[in-house]
T-cell receptor
C-alpha cells in the first residue's frame, strides 16, 4: 500500500510568487490534514478535510493560504503571494474516520518550502 | 505558550534506557500519540494512549496518566538508529487533529 505522498519535496521561490503543494493521501482515507513546521519549532496544525469538505481550518495563518480537495482525493495547498515567514516544512497526513487506534494519522515526507 | 511540554534534547549511549516526559493541557484532550522523525523524513507513528496505563510495542513503550496530564515514551535497548526527534502529540476530541509538542532530539552515542 502506498503511503502519503507529497510533491514537490523541495521548492525555492521568491517573495511574492505563488507555490502550490500537492498531497496524495493513502487510498481510502477520508481525513486529510495539513501541518507546518517553521524554523525548527513545533509542528502546527493548518487544516483538516473530511472527504472534500473543510472540517477545521482554524490553523490557516491568513488568506494567502488556500487549500482544496476537489473530489475528496488529493489535496493542494496554494500560497499566494508567498512571504519570507512562510518558509518551513509542510506536512500532509491522512487517516480513516473515527476515534480509535486504527485512525492514527500517517504523514508524508513533507515539502520543504524556502521563500527568498 | 505551548500546550505540550517535553525536553528539547536527550543524549544516551547504546543499550541504555531513555524516558521522554510530556505534559499537556487537558482542554479537549482525547489521547496522546508519539511520533518519531528522522532528519528530513516523515513523522512516523510509534504509539498511542487513550486510557491510563502502559502500552508496550517492542523496545518502545508509552505511558499515560490522565489525572496528572502526563505521559512518557520509554526507549529501551537504545540503538544508533534510534537517534531522531520524538514528538508527543495530543489528539483532539474534535476531528482527530494533533497538537504537537516541540519535540525531543535523542542522540545515541556508541
Amino acid at each position: 500500500e502506498a503511503g502519503v505522498t507529497q510533491f514537490p519535496s523541495h521548492s525555492v521561490i521568491e517573495k511574492g510568487q505563488t507555490v502550490t503543494l500537492r498531497c496524495d493521501p493513502i487510498s481510502g482515507h477520508d481525513n486529510l490534514y495539513w501541518y507546518r513546521r517553521v524554523m525548527g519549532k513545533e509542528i502546527k496544525f493548518l487544516l483538516h478535510f473530511v472527504k472534500e469538505s473543510k472540517q477545521d481550518e482554524s490553523g490557516m495563518p491568513n488568506n494567502r493560504f488556500l487549500a482544496e480537495r476537489t473530489g475528496g482525493t488529493y489535496s493542494t495547498l496554494k500560497v499566494q503571494p508567498a512571504e519570507l515567514e512562510d518558509s518551513g516544512v509542510y506536512f500532509c497526513a491522512s487517516s480513516h474516520l473515527g476515534q480509535d487506534l486504527n485512525t492514527e494519522a500517517f504523514f508524508g515526507q513533507g515539502t520543504r518550502l524556502t521563500v527568498v | 505558550g505551548q500546550s505540550l511540554e517535553q525536553p528539547s534534547e536527550v543524549t544516551a549511549v547504546e543499550g541504555a534506557i531513555v524516558q521522554i516526559n510530556c505534559t499537556y493541557q487537558t482542554s479537549g484532550f482525547y489521547g496522546l500519540s508519539w511520533y518519531q522523525q528522522h532528519d528530513g523524513g516523515a513523522p512516523t507513528f510509534l504509539s498511542y494512549n487513550a486510557l491510563d496505563g502502559l502500552e508496550e510495542t517492542g523496545r518502545f513503550s508509552s505511558f499515560l496518566s490522565r489525572s496528572d496530564s502526563y505521559g512518557y515514551l520509554l526507549l529501551q535497548e537504545l540503538q544508533m538508529k534510534d537517534s531522531a526527534s520524538y514528538f508527543c502529540a495530543r489528539r483532539e476530541a474534535a476531528g482527530n487533529k494533533l497538537t504537537f509538542g516541540g519535540g525531543t532530539r535523542v542522540l545515541v552515542k556508541p
